[in-house]
């Protein structure tokens, strides 16, 4: 059964930091690319950072660039969001994401955590 699910939200002072985590189990986790995605009530769901299978290469929002940093552990299938400096308008929830492309089938499968809530306020 595939799982992924996110641990680290709370509630925050605005310069403050949290670091999310999120781990992964039920497929081969070192195969796919992870991302960590945010909505708030009434927005579209938008990608704030991702990294590839191997953890090479990472790409970020502009909103979140040099406060956020993604990383990953695949001996542990474990994917983590640092997010430093928090502003309010971070406040939101976080999910994890995975995608895994199989060439040999031109397959691709896209995995959800159940997301995990950041809220920033004094």
């Known amino acids: 059964q595939v799982k992924l699910v996110e641990s680290g939200g709370g509630l925050v002072q605005p310069g403050g930091s949290l670091r999310l985590s999120c781990a992964a189990s039920?497929?081969?986790?070192?195969?796919?690319?992870a991302s960590w995605y945010r909505q708030v009530p009434g927005k579209e769901r938008e990608l704030v950072a991702g990294?590839?299978?191997?953890?090479?290469?990472?790409n970020y929002a502009d909103s979140v660039k040099g406060r956020f940093t993604i990383s990953r552990d695949n001996a542990k299938n474990m994917v983590y969001l640092q997010m430093n400096s928090l502003k309010p308008e971070d406040t939101a929830v976080y999910y994890c994401?995975?995608?895994?492309?199989?060439?040999?089938?031109?397959?691709?499968?896209?995995?959800w955590g159940q997301g995990t809530q950041v809220t920033v306020s004094s």
């Open positions: 994401n995975a995608v895994r492309v199989v060439l040999v089938t031109s397959s691709r499968y896209t995995y």
């Open positions: 039920g497929f081969t986790f070192s195969s796919a690319a």
């Open positions: 990294i590839t299978s191997a953890g090479g290469s990472t």
